[in-house]
């Protein structure tokens, strides 16, 4: 049981990372950003190729990796949905065009490295670490002490810091912030860079935990933003929240009955969690019809 | 000719399923990311029905059809209540879910080994075997839900729709209950997605979990909103532009190893070029920028 909870622990952890990478992005742009997958992937392949090509430690390599996925999402940002933005684009066209980003990203990458699962710690499996009365291999270790830092810094610096403020400024009203001087632009790119910063971060952590696949960034985009949504949207703490929540849920679904069914878990939870209580557990917007 | 015929029955096959979702994100401005999922359960239906019970083809698409209604109550109940990007991440998770369990269902659906040896359609007397008597069955089906969505959108149904589609709240002052419109609407849509995924089990004879990924749904999405949403020539000529393009790569020369992922790039890059520079698509009238 303790195993289980552990497990869950790391795994809440990663979703909590990603959901709040997500939440940077979705706070101040209002649309869902699906090409934040393929970010993801990016980074990991990127960690991948610099391990493999260039056989770099897997320090640098992971950096190199969170680089990559930083100016990524910038150029998405820079190339695609400024000038969406620009032709007052609302955020159906946004989405629909991210989701198009992510195809062409997610095809790109299965075309140059294949379609097949690749490991890339490339080191013999390390033995388990006797941790809070389970076991847990030293990349976990990362997993969790590494997202819980960054989580903990980005919070700090969104709650204290001058730029925190501005960011929280266009999250909340976009035009009332560019009465107020602010370059609304230039915030969201910042998001942007933050965001896909941090996404790449739970990515190298991941693939060097369970290897990479071009599909990877899909479920983790998705699993980001059903934690964000449990939270409550516009909350970043709730999005933490949430993901840790969700990491619990899925390892004891899975340990109930069976790994097939871990997916089906988010979005049973994200189901319910749209009917009965759309704001999530500390968000305060509505995102329902009016009724 | 073959090849031709196959590519035409293949276009007739995607017709259906963009002109099904075009009633609900063109005509009534909600995008569902679950067509696929509808799609799927039509196949599976009609073909176990057909494999294991040896029920003919009719009865099967008729059964498709019924169980993707009872489906689509369970998925539009609850989601068709949000707005906008909600209901997408909504029908996402239930393409999700679905996919999850055709793929992981084992005693139904045999997961990941698929359903080999699903009959020929035998409609009363008339063998389907050649790929042309397969064409026409397809282009009637093709035809039989242009014409419902037809029907539909130039009736005060369809008028209530694209009340909804323009000012939801608008149509709810009005005193129409908007949410039994949209799930009627959503019901039809996933009814016409399941009688193409008939056609689509008994043509290929073979169905597995891969053919209905989440991926299959942006595909049949890109093929409404490429062509046009809210026009009913519009999926027609996208699933037409998105079938026949990639073909046309084979000539030029392109492996088959990657030409899957080359289609997909392209349906991806023309997704988000018509977004940035014609987001109503090539013949829409309705380019959901409210």
Not at chain 1, 135 to 145: A, D, N, S, V
Not at chain 2, 97 to 105: D, P
């Amino acid at each position: 049981m303790n195993q289980i909870l552990l497990n869950g622990l790391v795994l809440g952890v990663y979703y909590a990372l990603i959901a709040l990478s997500v939440s940077v992005i979705y706070t101040p742009t209002r649309f869902f950003h699906f090409a934040h997958g393929a970010v993801f992937t990016s980074a990991a392949y990127c960690c991948l190729a610099c391990r493999s090509a260039l056989g770099l430690p897997f320090w640098l390599a992971a950096l190199l990796g969170v680089a990559a996925a930083g100016l990524l999402g910038m150029g998405l940002e820079f190339g695609v949905y400024r000038q969406l933005r620009k032709s007052r684009s609302n955020a159906l066209v946004m989405l629909l065009a991210s989701l198009g980003l992510y195809v062409v990203l997610q095809n790109a990458i299965s075309l140059t490295f294949g379609d097949d699962t690749k490991s890339l710690s490339g080191q013999e499996v390390a033995e388990g670490i006797q941790f809070l009365g389970g076991k847990i291999t030293p990349i976990q270790l990362w997993i969790l002490f590494g997202s819980a830092a960054s989580i903990v810094l980005v919070l700090a610096l969104f709650k204290f810091t001058g730029f925190g403020k501005t960011m929280r400024a266009v999250a909340s009203d976009s035009n009332l912030a560019r009465i107020q001087g602010i370059k609304v632009d230039s915030v969201i790119l910042a998001a942007f860079a933050l965001g896909s910063v941090l996404v790449g971060l739970a990515a190298v952590l991941h693939a060097g935990d369970v290897g990479v696949t071009p599909t990877m960034g899909l479920n983790a985009m998705i699993g980001g933003a059903v934690a964000m949504i449990l939270g409550g949207v516009g909350n970043h703490f709730g999005a933490v929240v949430g993901g840790i929540l969700l990491g619990f849920a899925q390892q004891l679904v899975a340990w109930e009955f069976g790994n097939q069914w871990q997916d089906t878990t988010v979005f049973l939870i994200l189901i319910v969690f749209l009917v009965l209580r759309p704001q999530g557990l500390f968000g305060t917007v509505f995102k329902k019809a009016a009724a | 000719m073959e090849y031709l015929l196959h590519i035409f029955i293949i276009v007739a096959i995607y017709t259906i399923l963009a002109v099904s979702l075009d009633l609900l994100c063109g005509q009534s401005g909600f995008l569902s990311l679950a067509q696929a999922a509808f799609y799927a359960l039509g196949a599976y239906t009609s073909a176990l029905l057909a494999v294991r019970y040896c029920i003919s083809f009719p009865a099967g698409v008729l059964a498709g059809m019924t169980v993707a209604v009872l489906i689509s109550f369970v998925v539009s109940l609850p989601s068709l209540r949000l707005q906008d990007d909600y209901f997408i991440i909504a029908t996402f998770g239930f393409q999700m879910i679905l996919f999850s369990v055709f793929n992981n269902w084992l005693e139904l659906t045999r997961g990941p080994m698929g359903i080999p040896g699903i009959p020929q359609p035998v409609i009363f007397s008339w063998h389907i075997t050649s790929h042309l008597d397969f064409l026409i069955l397809a282009a009637a089906f093709a035809c039989f839900a242009y014409f419902v969505v037809y029907r539909l959108t130039s009736s005060p149904f369809g008028r209530v729709l694209h009340a909804i589609r323009e000012d939801e709240v608008f149509a709810k002052a009005h005193g129409k209950n908007t949410l039994r419109f949209k799930v009627t609407a959503f019901a039809v849509s996933a009814a016409l997605a399941a009688s193409a995924g008939s056609l689509y089990a008994s043509y290929i004879t073979y169905i597995d979990p891969t053919s209905f990924t989440v991926m299959e749904s942006i595909l049949i999405i890109s093929m409404v909103i490429i062509g046009g949403a809210g026009s009913l020539w519009g999926p027609l000529i996208g699933a037409f532009v998105l079938v026949t393009l990639p073909e046309a790569l084979r000539f030029v020369g392109l492996p088959d190893a990657i030409a899957a992922n080359v289609r997909q790039i392209i349906y991806g890059s023309l997704l988000v070029i018509m977004m940035m520079f014609r987001p109503r698509g090539l013949v829409g009238k309705y380019g959901f920028n409210k």
